[in-house]
C-alpha cells in the first residue's frame, strides 16, 4: 500500500518539475507568459525556470524573414497604371513591443505587407511611366531604396527592423502595353528625328565655315605667290643687271639671245629671209660687229 501510495506522488512531483523547466533555443526568444500576460523574454538561449501550471513558454524567431509581398496595381504620376511585383525582408528587434502590437507573426507580415504597399504606392505616385520603364536596370536601386526608408520609417514603433524590400519586376497591364509601347517608339523616333535635324544644322554650319577659311586661305596664298614672283623677277633682273652691267657683257648678252631667237626660228626646215641691215646676220657673222 505504501508504495503504490508514492507512486502518484512521485508522479506529480515529475510533473510539476518538467512543467517548470523551458529551453530558449538559438535563433529564437523566449516568451514567457502568466495567463497571456507577457511576464519575461528570454533573448538568450539556454535553460530557465517558470511557475508550473500558471505560466507557459511560447516563442518568436530571431532570423530574418523574407515575405513574398502579392503582386499590386499602382497608378504613376501621369495616371498610368502598373502591375508591381516586391519582397521585403525583416526580423524581430523587440519581441515584447512586438507581441504588443501584432501579437503573430501573421498579423506582423500583415501589417509590414500594408506599410510597404502604402509605401510603394506613395512613392510610384510621384514618378512617370516612362522614367520607371527607361529605368530597366533590372534593380531599381533608388526607387528600392526610397521605398524602404519610408516603410522602415512607418515601422518604427512596431518591434521589427525592415532589412530590405526590392522590386522583383515592373510590368503592364496587357490592355494597354501595345499603346504604351507605340508611344514609347513614336517618341524615341521624335527624339531621333530632332537629333538628325540638329546635327544636319551644325554639319552646315561647320561647311560653311569650313568653306570660308578655304577661301581665305587661298587668297591668301595667292596674293603670298603674286608677291613672291613680283619679287623674284624683280631679282631677276637686279641679278641680270649685275651681271652685264659693261658694253662686253651687254654685247654678249645680246649675242646669246639673238642664237636663242635663231634656235628657235629654224626649227624645222625653215628658209628665213632678212634685210641685209638685220642685226640677226650681222651678230651671227661678225660677232656684233
Same mark, same amino acid.
Given at each position: ?12 512531483? $515529475?510533473? =510539476? ?6 529551453? =530558449? ?19 538568450? $538561449? ?9 505560466? &507557459?513558454?511560447?516563442?518568436?524567431? +530571431? +532570423? ?10 499602382? %497608378?504613376? %504620376? ?14 524581430? =528587434?523587440? /519581441? ?46 533608388? %526607387?528600392?531604396? *526610397?521605398?524602404?526608408? &519610408? ?16 522590386? +522583383?519586376?515592373?510590368? %503592364? /497591364? ?7 509601347? @507605340? ?14 535635324? @540638329?546635327?544636319? @544644322?551644325?554639319?552646315?554650319?561647320? *561647311? ?36 652685264? &652691267? ?28 632678212? /634685210? ?14
Amino acid at each position: 500500500m505504501r508504495g503504490s501510495a508514492i507512486l502518484p506522488v512521485i508522479f506529480i512531483a $515529475a510533473l =510539476v518539475v518538467l512543467n517548470s523547466i523551458y529551453f =530558449v533555443y538559438e535563433g529564437e526568444y523566449g516568451i514567457i507568459k502568466r495567463f497571456d500576460e507577457v511576464v519575461a523574454v528570454k533573448h538568450q $538561449a539556454g535553460l530557465g525556470i517558470k511557475i508550473p501550471f500558471i505560466e &507557459n513558454k511560447t516563442s518568436l524567431t +530571431k +532570423k530574418y524573414v523574407m515575405h513574398d509581398i502579392q503582386q499590386t496595381d499602382v %497608378l504613376t %504620376l501621369d495616371k498610368r497604371s502598373m502591375i508591381v511585383d516586391t519582397y521585403a525582408v525583416w526580423h524581430i =528587434v523587440d /519581441p515584447l513591443r512586438f507581441l504588443q502590437t501584432a501579437a503573430t507573426i501573421r498579423e506582423g507580415e500583415r501589417r509590414i505587407e500594408n506599410t510597404v504597399y502604402g509605401t510603394l504606392k506613395t512613392t510610384i505616385s510621384e514618378i512617370n511611366q516612362a522614367e520607371i520603364i527607361e529605368s530597366r536596370t533590372g534593380e531599381y536601386n533608388v %526607387l528600392n531604396q *526610397r521605398i524602404l526608408d &519610408n516603410a522602415r520609417e512607418s515601422l518604427g514603433d512596431f518591434g521589427v527592423n525592415l532589412v530590405d524590400v526590392q522590386i +522583383k519586376k515592373f510590368d %503592364l /497591364p496587357e490592355s494597354n502595353k501595345n499603346a504604351v509601347f @507605340e508611344r514609347m517608339i513614336s517618341e524615341r523616333n521624335q527624339i531621333a528625328a530632332r537629333f538628325l535635324a @540638329e546635327g544636319e @544644322e551644325e554639319a552646315g554650319m561647320i *561647311r560653311y565655315a569650313a568653306n570660308k577659311e578655304q577661301e581665305i586661305i587661298i587668297s591668301q596664298s595667292r596674293a603670298q605667290a603674286a608677291r613672291l614672283e613680283g619679287e623674284g623677277e624683280s631679282e631677276f633682273m637686279r641679278i641680270l643687271a649685275a651681271a652685264y &652691267n659693261t658694253t662686253d657683257r651687254a654685247a654678249f648678252y645680246e649675242f646669246l639671245r639673238t642664237l636663242d631667237a635663231l634656235r628657235i626660228t629654224m626649227r624645222g626646215d625653215t628658209t628665213i629671209v632678212m /634685210p641685209g641691215d638685220s642685226a640677226l646676220p650681222r651678230t651671227i657673222i661678225g660677232g656684233g660687229q
